[in-house]
């Protein structure tokens, strides 16, 4: 069975600075997507990044990118020019590629707080 | 709709009573999720269903869960004889299709934050 892993309960980070989130993940597929959703307190999961395994180039999505190590089976998201308003909890999530089941698996998330 | 709507957004209840939780996908979405999250949890898959099916219900922990999409739209969590360990987030999401690229993409409502007294 696939699992995720988020090993930083917590994080904080100044204003206009960068911070860098973990993700490990276990899988035997070779294909799968990568996911990191931000919930804050209103609880709607936004999608933040996503990334196809068979890629090797790391997704960008303005002030945020990844580091996709498919080998390590790691996936970093770095958030760059921190703002307040990126203060929430952030979740990585891993998808099976096809099949018949289209469930995410998530990982216990990372609280990120942004001080002014 | 312009996104995935929930309602009720908290809902009370005594243990042991029946609940329905429900959701409303963006509109054109075939494929719809239900989720649970527990305090300081990720969320937890439940079942998926494509159109009016459920294609995936492996997610449900015991009988007292059910869930319908009779129109292949709007979709009802029902939850019967409800105990406090049913306490929780209930997020619904969807997406347009369940396939590869950019559409298998979900999108999530609020969720119901469901107290069981």
């Known amino acids: 069975a696939q699992t995720v892993t988020q090993s930083q309960p917590e994080m904080s980070v100044q204003e206009a600075e960068t911070v860098t989130l973990s993700c490990t993940y276990d899988t035997s597929e070779s294909d799968y997507y990568l996911f990191w959703y931000k919930q804050p307190p209103s609880r709607q999961m936004i999608l933040v990044i996503r990334q196809e395994a068979y890629k090797q180039q790391n997704a960008t999505e303005n002030r945020f990118s990844v580091n996709f190590q498919k080998a390590a089976k790691s996936f970093s998201l770095k958030i760059s020019d921190s703002q307040l308003g990126d203060a929430a909890m952030y979740f990585c999530?891993?998808?099976?590629?096809?099949?018949?089941?289209?469930?995410?698996?998530f990982g216990t998330g990372t609280l990120l707080a942004v001080q002014p | 709709g312009a996104g995935v709507s929930q309602t009720p957004s908290n809902k009370v209840t005594e243990k042991g009573k029946y609940v329905e939780l429900r959701c409303d996908p963006i509109s054109g979405h075939t494929a719809l999720y239900w989720y649970r999250q527990s305090l300081g949890q990720g969320p937890e898959f439940l079942i998926y269903?494509?159109?009016?099916?459920?294609?995936?219900d492996s997610g449900l922990p015991n009988d007292r869960f059910f869930a319908v999409r009779p129109e292949g739209s709007v979709s009802t969590l029902k939850i019967q004889r409800t105990e406090r360990g049913d306490s929780a987030v209930y997020l619904c999401?969807?997406?347009?299709?369940?396939?590869?690229?950019?559409?298998?993409?979900?999108?999530f409502g609020a969720g119901t934050r469901l107290s069981v007294l």
């Open positions: 999401a969807s997406s347009l299709n369940p396939l590869g690229g950019s559409k298998n993409i979900q999108y």
């Open positions: 999530a891993y998808r099976r590629w096809g099949g018949a089941t289209n469930k995410l698996i």
């Open positions: 269903f494509q159109g009016t099916g459920a294609a995936d």
